[in-house]
C-alpha cells in the first residue's frame, strides 16, 4: 500500500515539474511501474538494513542525483547552496579562487582559470586535476563539497594539491582567496588594434563590449585598425548575450538556432541591422577553454564570414541547458537542446575549428599538457552529425611555421604567442582596408 502511494507520488511529481509533461502519464507502462516498485523495494532496505541509518532526504536527493548524472554532464539537481551559486556566478561577483571546475571519476578537473583570478595568476591551467585542499584528500568527494571547501572568505588562503599532465609529480600551490568580480569585458589598444577580452557572458557582457569600443574609439581620436575579439578560456554563460555580442558585428542572417526534443521546441536567433565594428576587420582568438556561448560567437562571425577564428580548437560544448525552478530556492538544470551554427554545423564534441590553428607557444607546459574538452567528459551527447575525424585532431601536430619556444618567445618581449600572432595579422588586414577604403566612411544601418 505504501509502496503504491508513493509510486503514484512520485509519477505526479515527475510529472508535475515540467508542464509539457502532462501529455505524457498515458505514455507510463507497465514496465515503468515495475522499475518504480523495483526502486521502492531498494529504498526501503537501505532504509532498515545499511549498516547506518540515514535520513530519507539524503537518500531522494541521492537518487536525483543519480538520476541526472546518468544523463549527461551538464544536466544538475541545484539544491538551495548550488542554486545561490549558480545566481551569484550570473550576477558576476564571489569570494573564491576563481576556477570552472568539473567531476571526471570522482577527481576535480580544471575547465578553465577566470583570467585576473587567484588560479589564473598562479598558473593552474585546463586540464589540472586537484586532489586535495589543505592536505585534505578531495578525491571522491561530491563537486559541491569541493567548490565549498574552494570558496571562503577573502584575504585567507588555502593550499591546493595539483596532479598536471605531463608532470612526474604532483606539486602544491598557496592560493589566497579573493573576490571575484568578474568584469565581462576588458579592453586595451596594441599598434592602434582594439583587444575586447571577454571573460563570461553575463547580464552585462554585450552592453560592456559596446561601451569598450567606444571607449576604443574615443581614446585613439578615431577608429581602430580592427578589432581583436578574446574568447580564450570563456566558459560560456548566457544564451542571450552570445546572441547579442554576435548581433554586435553583424547586419543580417541567422546567428544561432536551437532544436530540442519536439519541432515546436526548435528556436532561430537572427541579427538586426548595424555592425558596431563599422566593418572593420575582427580576429576572434579561441582555444580549449572557449565553450558554449562563446562558440556560439565564434560559430556565427566565421559561418558569416565576418571574422577570422584564430588559436586552438574550441572546446565543443553544443548542448543548451534550461534552469526549471522547482521552488523558491531549488532549481533542475536540465539539457533541453542542441545549437546549431548559422550553417547548420553542430559544435558537440568537435567544437570550432579555427581558420588559423596557432599554437600557445609562450606556455611552456603547451606541448606536454593534452588539452581537455567535452568530448573527454564520461557521458557527453553524441554528435547527431557525424564530426569529420580530420577536424579532432591532435592539436600538437607540428607546424614548420610555429617552431619558436617558450624561452625564445619571452626574450622576444612576447608573453602572448597567440595575441601577438593575431595583432601582426589584423595589423596587417587593417592597413590594406585603410588604404582602399572610400574616404567618407559608410554610415551605420541601424542602431542598438
Do not use: C
Amino acid at each position: 500500500m505504501a509502496n503504491n502511494l508513493l509510486r503514484s507520488l512520485a509519477l505526479v511529481s515527475a510529472v508535475a515539474l515540467v508542464p509539457a509533461a502532462t501529455s505524457s502519464l498515458a505514455a507510463v507502462d507497465s514496465n515503468t511501474y515495475k522499475e518504480l516498485d523495483q526502486f521502492m523495494a531498494v529504498f526501503e532496505r537501505v532504509r532498515s538494513e545499511y549498516v547506518e541509518q540515514v535520513d530519507d532526504k539524503t537518500l531522494l536527493r541521492g537518487a536525483i542525483d543519480g538520476m541526472l548524472t546518468s544523463l549527461d554532464p551538464h544536466s544538475s539537481y541545484l539544491d538551495e547552496r548550488g542554486y545561490k551559486s549558480l545566481m551569484t556566478q550570473t550576477d558576476g561577483n564571489y569570494a573564491g579562487l576563481g576556477l570552472t571546475v568539473t567531476m571526471e571519476d570522482g577527481a576535480v578537473k580544471v575547465i578553465a582559470p577566470t583570467e585576473d583570478t587567484p588560479a589564473f595568476r598562479a598558473g593552474i591551467k585546463a586540464g589540472d586535476y586537484l586532489t586535495h585542499l589543505d592536505g585534505k584528500l578531495i578525491y571522491g568527494g561530491t563537486l559541491d563539497e569541493a567548490v565549498d571547501q574552494m570558496r571562503g572568505p577573502p584575504g585567507t588562503t588555502v593550499k591546493v594539491t595539483v596532479v598536471r599532465p605531463g608532470r612526474d609529480k604532483p606539486f602544491d600551490v598557496t592560493l589566497t582567496r579573493a573576490i571575484i568580480e568578474l568584469p565581462a569585458v576588458k579592453w586595451e589598444i596594441k599598434d592602434r588594434v582594439g583587444i575586447l577580452n571577454v571573460n563570461t557572458f553575463n547580464k552585462t557582457t554585450t552592453q560592456a563590449t559596446l561601451a569598450a569600443m567606444t571607449a576604443i574609439e574615443k581614446s585613439l581620436g578615431g577608429r581602430p585598425l580592427g578589432y581583436i575579439l578574446d574568447l580564450r578560456s570563456n566558459p560560456g554563460g548566457l544564451l542571450d548575450q552570445a546572441v547579442s555580442l554576435s548581433d554586435a558585428f553583424l547586419e543580417r542572417g541567422e546567428i544561432v538556432s536551437q532544436r530540442g526534443r519536439a519541432k515546436g521546441d526548435n528556436e532561430h536567433y537572427y541579427a538586426q541591422p548595424g555592425d558596431a565594428a563599422h566593418g572593420l576587420p575582427v580576429i576572434v582568438l579561441v582555444d580549449s577553454g572557449s565553450a558554449s556561448a562563446a562558440e556560439i560567437v565564434a560559430g556565427a562571425l566565421q559561418d558569416h564570414r565576418r571574422a577570422l577564428v584564430m588559436g586552438e580548437r574550441s572546446f565543443g560544448k553544443g548542448s543548451v541547458q534550461t534552469l526549471l525552478p522547482l521552488g523558491d530556492d531549488t532549481a533542475l538544470r536540465l539539457t533541453t537542446a542542441r545549437y546549431y551554427t548559422p550553417s547548420g554545423r553542430s559544435v558537440q564534441e568537435g567544437g570550432i575549428m579555427p581558420d588559423i590553428t596557432v599554437p600557445q607557444l609562450s606556455d611552456p607546459d603547451y606541448k606536454d599538457r593534452p588539452a581537455f574538452r567535452e568530448a573527454d567528459l564520461r557521458r557527453h551527447l553524441i554528435n547527431e552529425i557525424k564530426v569529420d575525424d580530420s577536424v579532432i585532431q591532435d592539436d600538437n601536430t607540428p607546424d614548420p611555421r610555429f617552431t619558436a619556444t617558450a624561452e625564445e618567445l619571452k626574450k622576444k618581449g612576447i608573453e602572448d604567442f597567440q595575441l601577438h600572432y593575431a595583432l601582426s595579422t589584423i595589423s596587417r588586414l587593417g592597413k590594406v582596408q585603410q588604404a582602399t577604403a572610400p574616404a567618407t566612411p559608410p554610415a551605420k544601418k541601424g542602431t542598438r
